[in-house]
Every structure is written in C-alpha cells, then in structure tokens.
C-alpha cells in the first residue's frame, strides 16, 4: 500500500506518499480500506517532531478514517467485510489501508457521505469526552469556546446548542465569527479586537462562565481562569499558546474551580471504546436529524497533503479538512 511518510522532521514538504507495508489485523482489529481522512493539529505536530505516535500505534499520521472494512481480525463478531464506517484511529489515518480496533469503528451515520464522514470521529469524540465527560457539561450552562470556527469549535457549538446550553465563543475573522452564530452560537467574540474576559463578563452579568474548551493553553490560562463562574470547569484540550503559564491557585480556591488539561490520542483502548460508545448512542442520533451538520471547509487528494497542512498552519479554513484517498 502507499502512506504518507514523515521523512524529516521540519515543514509540509517533508510529507511524501511513499510504498509502504500492509497492515494485518490483530485480534479485535479490523483493516479498513481507506476513502478518506482528515488534517488535525496533531498531525502538523508530528509533522515537526513534536508528538509522537503512542507506543504500538502506526507511525502515519492521520487521527480519523472513513473507508470499507476489508479484513477482520480474530473475535470481531459486530463487523462484516464491505461495512462502511468511520474510525477514530492513533495513528496511520493518512494512507491506504489501516489496522484498528473495531470498539474504535462507527457507522456512517445517515445522511453523511463517505468523504464527510472522515471529519467526524475525532472532533465527535474530543467534544463529547471533553466537555460532557470531563466538565460535566449539562443543560443550563453557559459555555466558552476558544477557535469556535475550527473543526472542533464549529462541532462543540453544535453538540452544545443541542442540549440547550449557551455558547459563547472567540474566532479570529468576521467570516469566521459569523459562521459561528449560524451555527447557534449566542455571542462571538473576536480575538483580534476585543477583550473575551471583558465580554464574557458583559454577556453573563460579572457570573462567568461554567466551562471553558481551550485549544490555546499557556497564552489563555490565567485569562480562561478569571472567566470562570463559581465551581467552573477550565479543560485545556490544545498549546497553540504555549505549555507554561502561571496559576493563581487562590483565585482557583475561591472560585472553587478545576482545570483539566487531556489528551485522546494516548488514552487506552478501553478507554477509547466508552467514548466511542457514547458518540455513537448520543450524537450520532443528532446529526442524523440535522441538528449537528458537518463542516468542511475544503476537499484535497491526499497527494496534495502539503497544502493541506499549510492551510490549517495559516488557520484561514472553517471547519474541517478532508484529504481523498480513493474515490468512491
């Protein structure tokens, strides 16, 4: 089969699709026949030697696929040869073929091309571990999302509205912060111009909010923390702003507050298989009624991945990016 391999460790160029060996599935693995995958932070990151696969994990980038399974491991009783689905994967997403646990599959939910799919596992299972497993978000609460028109923004506004929550979110453009209030967002607050703690604390009357998604980190923490209401929950789920940062544990106290910072990519596979469960039972139902749409901001061959990462590096997209592998 051919994948994409990191040759160097430096800029997109370093990417090329390259013969390389087929996978086998182990038990409880299944080989997927790749259609498509999708561009995340953590594949720039591995791209310039800064996240390593997990031990085990295939050494291609590419955190999601969607495809057709084309061989089954021992003990996989739930899939068949020629199922399509979409997968949430450690690794090897950007390639031909890939071995993944079948708990890591889900169906193409209805309504949902192949293609599109691709762009679903991942910030599916991020929003719904994240803000409802780890911050306990719940209906009622007011909720912050930093890179509201990012993939992951664009799906948490979405999955937030769904269960009645009020979102505010930062973008960085008038197109962005506009497609963030078609998609429900209630305030969209622009990064560029604007103070968010300042309009946080306008638009909640000096509460604050009770969680905040972060994809900045260290540049954000002292600010995410003061836009915390009372028993707040700060997850910090990206270090787009750098890995350190002071805390005023005091202020923490007071406010009776958490910060969580997480990572899925690592998790174990048990792990990973809860997840992967809730996505399925609770917001694949929401996009099959139409109340979470998938956003893609363009469609490229995985021959041009290069380019691919370059637009993501210069965040001027809304949504996520699709990279064809085969046609339909």
Not at 160 to 189: S, W
Not at 273 to 287: C, F, M, S, T
């Amino acid at each position: 089969m051919k994948a994409i391999e990191i040759t160097r460790y430096g800029e997109p160029e370093v990417l090329h699709w390259r013969e390389v060996p087929d996978p086998t599935p182990a038990p409880g693995e299944v080989v997927i026949e790749i259609a498509a995958t999708a561009v995340n932070r953590a594949d720039i990151l591995q791209r310039q030697g800064r996240y390593d696969p997990p031990p085990g994990a295939p050494i291609y980038p590419g955190l999601e696929c969607s495809g057709r399974i084309v061989a089954l491991g021992e003990a996989v009783s739930d899939w068949a040869i020629g199922d399509q689905v979409c997968a949430l994967l450690a690794g090897g997403g950007y390639a031909e073929y890939v071995a993944v646990p079948a708990s890591q599959l889900l169906p193409i939910p209805t309504g949902v091309d192949l293609y599109t799919a691709a762009g679903l596992p991942e910030v599916s299972c991020t929003v719904e571990s994240n803000l409802f497993q780890v911050a306990g978000l719940r209906s009622g609460d007011t909720l912050l999302v930093h890179g509201g028109a990012s993939g992951i923004g664009t799906f948490a506004i979405q999955r937030a509205t769904a269960e009645g929550i009020r979102v505010l979110v930062t973008a960085g453009t008038p197109r962005k912060l506009a497609r963030c209030r078609e998609l429900g967002a209630d305030v969209a607050i622009s990064y560029h111009t604007e103070d968010f703690v300042a309009r946080v604390r306008e638009q909640t009357g000096d509460r604050g909010v009770d969680v905040v998604l972060d994809m900045v980190g260290g540049a954000y923490l002292s600010r995410n923390v003061e836009v915390l209401a009372l028993g707040g929950r700060l997850v910090v789920i990206g270090l787009q702003g750098g890995d350190r940062a002071e805390l005023d544990l005091g202020q923490l106290q007071r406010k009776r507050a958490s910060v969580t910072a997480t990572t899925l990519r690592a998790r174990p596979i048990a792990e990973k298989a809860e997840i992967v469960q809730a996505v399925r039972k609770r917001v694949w139902p929401l996009i099959e009624n139409g109340q979470i749409r998938p956003q893609t901001d363009r469609t490229l061959p995985i021959t041009e991945v290069a380019e691919a990462h370059r637009i993501l590096e210069a965040s001027g997209h809304i949504g996520k990016i699709i990279l064809t592998v085969r046609s339909q």
